[in-house]
Every structure is written in C-alpha cells, then in structure tokens.
C-alpha cells in the first residue's frame, strides 16, 4: 500500500499532528495601523542602472497556474519522498510551531520581521532536513530569513529588503562545527556564502493601501521598460557579453514550459520594443559630444510609486545573488517570483493572501524546499560545466589556447599597457574638467550607458589650487570631449565605515592624444550621513593640499555627485596595498618604523589628527612610499595633546606585529 500525506497525518502519533498544524497555519487579520511617516523613496539605486544588458529583466509573465498548489503538492511530493528513503518523520528539538498574533504592522521592517520571525523560523528548517542531514534527531537549520534591522528615520521605511541566507561559515563557525558536516559541506558553505549571499530576494512592503497596490498591480509586461541612465550620447554599443549563468531544468521551470507547450504559445514576431529604445540612447552627431540628465536638485516634491521600478530593483538584486526566486509581500498579499536566466523573464504567481490560503505554512515549506533544491542542482550544473572546462583545457594544446583564448584576451584587454601619463597632464586633465562619466565593469555590471557627475568640490592638486568650480547650470548641458573624463570602475576592494572604494581607469582627450591612466581609486557615499562624512574627509585632504603637505597623502581630484541618485563620489590616486596585507603581523624593520613616524610627524606638523591609525589605514606603493589614508574620524587644528592618540596607535601596530626594538619618536 502506497502511503499518502493525507494517511502520515491522519496518524495521530509521533510529529504528524505538529505537522498537520504547521501545515495549516495562516496569518492573521491585520489592520492597517502605518504611521502617515512611512513615504516611499524611489527604490532604484546607483547599480540597478549597470547591469549587463544580457542579464536584464525583459519580460514579466503569469505562471499560468496557481503557485499556491503547486507548492502544495511539491510539499507533498518531498514528504513522500524522504517518507519513502527515511520511512519516518520523527519530531525532535527545534521542532517549533510557529508564533500567531496581530500586533500592527507599522512599516515594512515590521512586515519582514513578522515574516522571518514565525513563518520561516520553521520553514526554513525543512531543506537541511530533508536535503543535507536527515539522520538527524534535532532540526537545526542552514538556512534563515534575517529580519532587516531598522536604519534611521530618514531611511525608507515603505519598502526593505531581506533574503532566505546560509549560515556564514567565518562568523558561525562554531555552529556548524557542532552539526559536523565535514570539511567538504564547510567548503560548500562557504562557496554559497561568496556566490549566493541571499539565496532568494524579499522585497517587503509597508502594510498600507499603497504598500497593497504595488504588490497588486505587480502584472505582466510583454516589454519590460528598463530604466538605464538618463546620459545621453554615442556610446559604444559592442559590449562584451557574459556568460549566463545556468538555469534548473527540472523544478518549477519543467513545468513552466510544460503548461506553455499545452497552452501552444506561438512564436511572436520581434517587434522592437520600448525597453529597447530606452535602453539605447539615440546616438548623437557629433561624436563626443555627451549630454547629462541635469543636476540633482533638493527632493520637493514625494516619490510617486512604479511597481516597475520595484521589479526593475528587486531583478537586479536577484542578478547580484544569482538568485532565482524573488518574494513580494505586503503583510495582506504576497507574490512569488520565478527568474528565468536565459530568456530574461519574470514569471510571477497570482495574488496570494496569507490569511485566507487554507495552508498557508505548507505552500511556505514547499517554497524552502523548492528555492533550496533549486540551488542545489544549479550548484551541481555548474561544477560540473567547471570540471569540464577544466578538463577541456589540460587536453587543448597550447596553440589552440592562444588562439581560442577569447576571455583570456578580454581580461587582458580590460587593463592594457599604457604609458603612465606626467603628473601635470593628470592633473589638468581630471582637475579641469567638472563633468565625468562613471562606468562599472565587474562580475554582473557593464554598464550600457554610464552615468553623469558633476563636480562639487575641486582638485587638491597643487597645479589646480586656484581654479574655482563654475556657477551650477540649471537644465540638461552638452559636453564636448575635452569637457569631461571617463571612469570605469572595477570591483570594490575595500568597504569601510563610510561606503565602498573601487579601482578605477581614467580615459581622457589632452589635445590629440588619448590618455588612460589606471592608478586610481573611487569612494563612494550613498547614505547622506556618510555623505557628510565623505565631505568632511575631503576637507581634510584639502587643507594638507593648502598648507603644502602631500608627502605621504594621496593625491585627491576631487570630489563628484551623480546627477540622478545623488550618490557622491572621491577620487584619488590608488596608493597600493595596505600594510594590514603586506604586512600582516610580520616585525618592522627600523628603517621601516622610522619612515612611519616621520611620516606621522609630517601629518601632525600639517596640525591634522588622523584619529584611527591602524595598519589597514596605511598603504604602500610599488616604490616602498607609505600613504594615510581613511581621514574620516580626522580633525583640523586638534589640542596638541591628542596628537599622542596617533602615536600610541601607531605604537601599537609595532607591538602587535612582534616588534623586537620599538622605535619611539625623537623629542
């Protein structure tokens, strides 16, 4: 006799009545008690406008079915499954029903905290059952939804954003040992924790009117108007594609195709779509000639919500994870996403509403087993495309490598040998011109159409010290060749208190020559608090550029907004790695700690406090040269006793890296 999930609950001993329950389980009620403070702010941000064109959203479709009972029954068809190879569901620790009450929901942090709190506190514990360690008594879990924690007032608080995570195998290590999953699981985990940061996107929404209506009209588009920088030029159009990462065959996607093919979709012809004439700027006639969106002015009027614009971010998000499913959910509806990789589409369920789908908690456990299966056969498709190309190679001859060696030539192209071009050209040639167009080219960004800053606060060079920042146009404005520079930014190296630091190439026109320069680094600010901090950091670097100090401070071109976001940006001279790196805890020589304290006298004698030396907050160049960097915790003119906080940190660096001799500075 084949057993069913109807006979395994109808047994009323051991977990099947706890099941039963689990498996029933709704929300309640709410009532929409939001505060009038929760206004949406626009969700699209600085990267959600650089995706690869080959990995953006295209299209948004309908299921065509009920995602409620097809999870339903992919529950069922697991439980069988695992019922059929373990023969029993014993119960044991952790084992919890998940908590019901109808506290309000004020905003979406509220939203996302209820959700990952009760409904996916045991959820989430059925795949490492069912998939990784099913021998064992206790269900302890890999997985878990984080509750956001809830930033500033000034923060939107309409809509936030969390995901389904794997324990982080560096910071949880001690729980994972204690599940004792071996080595190769460990690496595994950590392989997910780089790859897969969220393994699935939750965009949560306010539970309010507005929050409803934006998961409500969340419907299909044929044409998907993805939103690229407002930047208009003649760009070039022969981007490099990449490579696509790999979609499940099985799953959810076999029976998307499955019910396309009973249903006979027919072939559309192509017609160019309105996503397409946005996306590509029209060229213009004069080649060079670039015009900005117009400078960002002080936000007057609200954001008026695009449930687009919510799609558009909530992909890019997916991108960033390669993730491939997305959750919408409001508190009343909540909607599941599907991503499919290699047609660029969204396949979006129907309205589902937690408080009235009879089984609510087991379409929930079913979507953890489906998401976390997914990821599991995705992973395999993917080591073993690996294992082959690994193969492949060993085979090939080495004359077929060079000549088939086509990503080989694009990294190599990606930083080409150029000549380092003079300081004085550098620095015209970033330090006179007030406009740059900003690129991203790494992992899942190449951006299509860069996007336009403006100066806001001029070179620290000494050759650009009495050039003035001319008086802010209002409106769109043409830039001509020598009016601006180009910056591709490469992958962040560094991510510190105030946002990211990035490499970055400059590409410039001096007269007839065509100048790249490489040694650069970009930090970005986002938030207006470390906006403010960036500023205060740039002054900084501006009064050693005043009072003739640069021997061990990199050299500064100023300081950029982003037309359209408002994100700031520093750039400066790439100063090499940090000591913290090359240094590790390894001694300092003599004369490596002297060239330090008189490079910490230069600064103090400049009458700036650095305020938090440490090793990581030095770096050193190819030639031996040691910078300061990070000046955000620095003062201007500080008591003169404060200067031995600097000392004693410096002091301490020494210490800790087993310094035999200390050498203390000359009095």
Known sequence: MVLTTSDILADRTSIHPALENIFNYSYPVFKDRTST???????????????????????????????AQYLCKFCDDELMAFIRKERRLRGGRYFIFPARHENPLADAYAVADYYASNISQITTRFPFKF????SEPDWNSLFYVKAPSQGPEEEDRFRTGTGLHMVHWQSQADYIDDLSLGKEMTKEIRQINEKHPNIAICEMFAFCPLGTKMVREMGPVSHFNWENSRTVGSFSNDLSTRACPPDAKTGLWSKIALESLSKGTKRQHSKKSPIALKAVPKPTRNK???????????RTMWYHPEPSHYLQHAWCRAVENDATFIIFHCGKYERIGFRHRETQTLYLSELIDPSVVPTYGKMEIGLQLLIVKDLLERRATSKYEEEGRTSAGKKRPAEENESHGHNKKQRTAKRPEVAIPSAEVLESGLGSRDFALFRLEYQSFNSPVPSSFLRVEPSCAASMKDRSIPQAIKGRKKHGPSDYFTLTLDEPFAHGAIGTVHRASAKFEF??????????????????????QLRKEYKVYQHMAKVGYTANILRVHGLFQDCETGLLAMIMDYGGPTLGTTKGNQSYTEKEQIALW???????????????????????????????????????????????????????????????????PST
């Open 37 to 67: 403070k929760v206004l949406p702010l626009p969700p699209l941000k600085f990267h959600d406008r650089h995706i690869e064109p080959s990995l953006i959203l295209k299209s948004v479709k309908s299921l065509g079915f009920s995602m």
């Open 131 to 134: 998939y990784y360690d099913p």
């Open 288 to 298: 060079g000639i670039v015009r900005d969106p117009g400078r960002r002015g002080p």
């Open 511 to 532: 007269g007839s020559t065509t100048v790249e320069y490489p040694g650069l680094a970009v930090k970005l600010a986002f938030q207006e608090e470390h906006q403010e």
């Open 598 to 664: 008189d490079a910490l006298q230069g600064l103090h004698d400049a009458n700036v406090l650095h305020g938090d030396i440490k090793s990581n907050n030095i770096v050193i160049d190819s030639s031996d040269n040691t910078y300061f960097i990070d000046f955000d915790c620095a003062q201007i003119n500080p008591h003169p006793d404060s200067f031995e906080n600097d000392q004693d940190a410096l002091e301490l660096i020494f210490e800790r890296a087993a310094s035999v001799t200390s050498i203390t």
